[in-house]
C-alpha cells in the first residue's frame, strides 16, 4: 500500500509545469555511482490488512495483565487509565499537529502545556516545571546538568545508590565527557532509606548537588530532612526524582521538603507501560534557576486586544537562538504525552489522585503483610514504603524459573543491579492487581498453586 | 465569577483554564473502596495535605475543554503543514490502530524475556530495516528524539576517537546545521567549527579542507542540506576529513529525500541518526514523542549503547555485555510506541513503496519551487530535493517581511512555511510540502503564496496586520518574557477577575 495520492496523470502535469520529462530528471544531478546503488533490500509493501495481521501476530507473543499476573514495577506500572486520556490525544488537532512555534494557530497544544505545567507544580509543590523531557532518566541527567550550571565551581555530586539503576547508568552517559566531576554514591540503611550519617559526613564545599530517589528505586519513601539539613550546611542542591509519580498525590510533595529540582517519569499519569516508552520526563525547579533550566516553557501573554493567550518563551536558552551555548539540546516536550499526563490529572481530579494512591498503599501494605505471615518471605527493609517493596527469597533463580512458563511474575529480581541483593525480589502491587491476584501470588510462595 | 457566565460564540472569546472550571467535590473518577486510612500505614510526617487548586470537573466537563481547546490547533488532518525541514507528512492510521493492541500497549520492559518476545523480535527487524534504507551496518533505537539521537552518535565518534587515544576537541559544523547540531556537540565536550557554505548553496570540499585538522572529531553533515539542496560534493568532502582520521556524522532530518535514491552509508557517513517522526510518518503530536536512532558504520558497534537487542538460541535477548558501549542513554528500550509505528510504516510501504514516497517528496517540492518562483526570490537557483527556500528580498521593498507573509498565510487557512532558518539565509521561507500532498493541494497553497506577494504590492497593511481570523491576535511574546506567568496561581486569577 502506499500513502502517496498522485495518480499517472497527476505526475504528468507536474512534470510538465517543472519542465522535465521523468521523476529521475529530477535527482539526475546526485552521483550516478550513488543512485546506482541506493535500491532497498526490502520485501515490497503489503496490505492494511496485512500490515495489522502481522503486528497482531508479534502482540501475541507479549505477555500482557490480561493474560498474566504482573507484580512488575521499578520505573514503569500498571495504572488505571480513564477512557478521557485516549479519546482526547488521538484526536488528531493534538496529534497531528506541530510544536507550537505559530502561537495563534496553536492555542490548544500550549493551553493544555500551561494547564500540564501548573498541574504537576501543584502535585510536586515546587514553583516552576517545564513543558516536558525525553524520560524520568534523561531528567535526572539535565537536572545534575543545571546543578552544575548553577554551581560551576563545584565537582562533587552524591548519588543514592537507591536511585533506580538505570537513571543511575544515564547519569554517567551523559556527565563521562564533561571534566572534573565526581560521582559518589551514597548508600542505603536498614531502612531502605539513604544513610543520613553517611551524607553527613561526605557532603562538603565541593559538592553541587545531591540526588535521591523519592520514593527509591526500592519503593522506600525517602525522609528527606536530614538531606535538605546537609544542602543547607554546605550550600548543595537537593534533587529529588520520582519514578511513581502517583505517590506525590499522597506523599509530602518534594516542594514542601525543601528540594531544588524536583524531576521524574509521568508514565504513571494516563500513559500505557508500553515497553518503557514512550512516557514523559517532568522537570521541575525553584523559580529563582529558571533561566538555567533546560527544555521548553509556555507562558500567558495576551494578544493586541488585550486577550489571553500562550507562547513559547524563554527561548533563548534554547539550541534553536543559541546554538552551542543552549542550556540543553533538547527540542521535544513529548508533548503527547505531557497532554495525556493532564487529561489523566484533569478526568481523576483532587479526590480522585489521592484515592487510588492509597488503593495502591492499601494493597501493596496487604500483599507484603501477607507474603511475610503466610509464606514466610524474609523483609529486607523497615522503612515506610508507597507501592512497592523488597523481600528476600530462599532460592529465588529456581523459582523464577519454573514460574517462567506460568504467567505468574511476582516482581523483579534484584541480583542484575545489586549483586549484595542477590536473593531479593522487588514486588509491585498497583490497584490494577486484584484481590485474586495477590491471593495467587500468596500461592505461588506457599506452593499451593 | 467568570466561570459561571456564557462564554461568546466568538471564538476570540476567552476561554477559561482548567481551574477556572468545575466546582468542589466534583469528579470524574469513580472507584468505590474502603480503605484503611493511609496514616495507618504510612508515618504521618511523610504524607501531604490534599492538593491546592486541583481540578475538580465532571467527565463531560474535562472532555469538552479538551475538546474545544483542540479546535484551536492547526493539525495535518485538518489543513497543509508546508514546514521545511520538518517533514509534516500523513500519520497513517492504522499505525495508531496497530499500537493500540494490548500486546504493544500493555508490555512491561523489565517482564521476563518471554514474555516480550515479540515485542524484542519487531526492534531487531527494525534496526535491520532502517540500516538498510541508510547503508549502514548497525542501528540503535534507544535514542528517544533526533537530538538525543545526534548526542548519542556523538558519543559514540567520541569513545572510537579515545579508543585511539585521542578523544579530540572540536567537531565542524556547516552554517546551514540544525541548531542541535552545535548544541549536542557542547553536550559531548566538544568546541564547535562554523564552516561556511558557498553562494550557491552547499559545502565545498576546499572549505572543510582548509578546516579540517588532527583535532577535528568529525563533520557533521545535513544532506540534503537544509537549504534542500543535495550536498554534491559529500563524497570528496568524506576523503577529506577520513585522510586525518576524522568521522563524518550525518543529520538524517531529511531522510525523505533520500530513500531509494541515494545511501547516506555509501557516501562515506559513519554515524547518523534519522527521525521516526518525520520520515517515517509517526505524528508530531504537538512537539513529541519522536525517536531518533542511530546508524554507524561496522567499526563502531562496539560503542553502541546498551542493551543491545541479540538473537540467541532461545530466542532474543538484551545483551548488557558490551564493555566498550557507551553506557545507557535512555531508560529501558526507547520510545518502543513510536518505533512500533515506524515498524508498521514500513512494512506497509515496503522497499519500493519508501522510494516512491521519496520520489514524490521531490517531485512536489520542485512542483512549488517552480509556481512560486516568479513571485518570491528563490534563495539559490541549484535544484532542490524535497524542500525549496525562498526569501522576502521582493516583498521587503515594499515594508513587507517573511514574518508578515506567514501571518497572513493564517488567514489563507495555511500553517505558514518554516521560517528565519536557515539563519544564514536573510529572511527565509522554508517549504516542504512531503509527499502525501495532492497537486490541488499545492496549487491553492502557491495561490495563496502568489495572492499575499499581490497584497505586498496593492495593501501592505493587510499583510502588516495579519493574522485576522485565528483565534488569538498577534501574541505579545516580548511580554511573556518580561513578567514570566509560567503557571496558574489562585491569586493571580481573583487580581484578574476582581
Redesign the interface.
Known sequence: ??????TGS??N???Q????DG?ES??G???Q???E??????????S?R???K?????????????D?S?F?G???Y?H?I?S?V???I???????????Y????????L??T??Y???M???T?ME??N??L?????AVAEAV?MARRIQKRRHRVLLSRSL?P??R??V???L????GIEIVEVPWDKSGQSDAEFVANTMDDKTLCIVTGYPNFFGV?E?LAPMRDACNAHGALLITVTTEALS??????PG?WGADIAVG?GQSLGL???????G?GFFTCRKQF?RTMPG??????????G?????L??A?R?????????T??????????T?AA??F????????????A??N??RA?EARERLLREAGLTPVFDG?F?NEFVLEVKDLEPM?GRL??S?V?PG?ALK?WYPELAQCLLVCVT?MNEREEIDQLVRTFTGKN | MSGHSPEKTNHRAPRLLLFERGSPGRTAFSWPEELPSPQELIPSHLLRQEITDFPELGELEVLRHFTNLSHLNYSIEGQFYPLGSCTMKYNPKVNEAVVRLPGMAHIHPLAPLPLIQGALELLYNLERMLAEVCGMDHVTLQPAAGAQGELTGLMLIRAHMSAQGNPRKKILVPDTAHGTNPASSTLCGYEVTQVPSNNRGFLETEKVKQVMDEDVAALMITNPNTFGIFEQDIQSIAEVVHAQDGLVYMDGANMNALMGIAKPGQMGVDVLHVNLHKTFSTPHGGGGPGAGPVGVKGFLRDYLPVPRIQKGDGGFELGEDHPLSIGRVRSFLGNFGILARAYAYILALGGDGLEETSRMALLNANYIRKRLEPYYHLAFSAPCMHECVFTDRLQQKLGVTTMDIAKRLLDYGFHPPTIYFPLVVSGAIMIEPTETETPEILDSFTDAMIAIAREAKESPELVKTAPHSTPVSRLDEAGAARRLVLRWLAEDSVKTQG
Do not use: W
Request: glycine letters at 10%.
Open positions: 500500500m502506499g500513502y502517496t495520492p498522485h497527476d505526475k502535469r507536474m512534470l509545469a517543472i519542465g522535465v521523476v529530477l535527482y544531478h546526485i552521483p555511482s550513488l543512485r546503488r541506493a535500491g532497498i533490500g526490502l520485501p515490497p509493501g503489503i492494511e496485512a500490515v495489522k502481522e503486528m497482531g501476530v508479534l502482540a501475541a507473543r507479549n505477555g500482557t495483565p490480561e498474566c504482573l512488575l521499578g520505573g514503569i500498571h488505571f480513564p478521557t485516549d479519546a482526547i488521538s484526536r488528531a488537532e493534538f496529534a497531528t499537529s506541530y510544536t507550537p505559530q502561537p495563534e494557530v496553536s492555542q490548544g497544544t493551553q493544555a500551561f494547564e505545567q501548573t498541574l507544580c501543584q502535585l509543590g516552576v516545571c513543558a516536558g525525553y524520560d524520568g532518566a534523561s546538568l533506580h538505570q537513571y547508568a544515564v554517567a552517559t551523559y563521562r565527557n564533561m571534566e519513601i525522609d506525590l498525590a499522597l506523599l509530602k510533595p514542601e517519569e500505557p507501560m508500553s515497553l518503557g516508552g514512550p514523559f529558571v521548553r516553557l509556555v507562558g500567558e501573554t495576551v494578544d493586541h486586544e486577550q489571553r493567550g500562550f507562547v518563551t524563554l533563548t534554547e539550541q534553536h537562538i543559541r546554538r552551542e551555548k543552549a540543553s539540546n533538547i527540542c521535544t516536550t513529548q508533548s503527547l504525552c497532554l493532564t487529561v490529572m484533569a478526568s481523576m481530579g483532587k479526590s480522585g489522585m489521592r484515592h487510588i492509597e488503593i498503599v492499601a501494605h515506610p508507597f523464577l517462567e512458563s504467567r511474575v523483579l542484575q490497584e
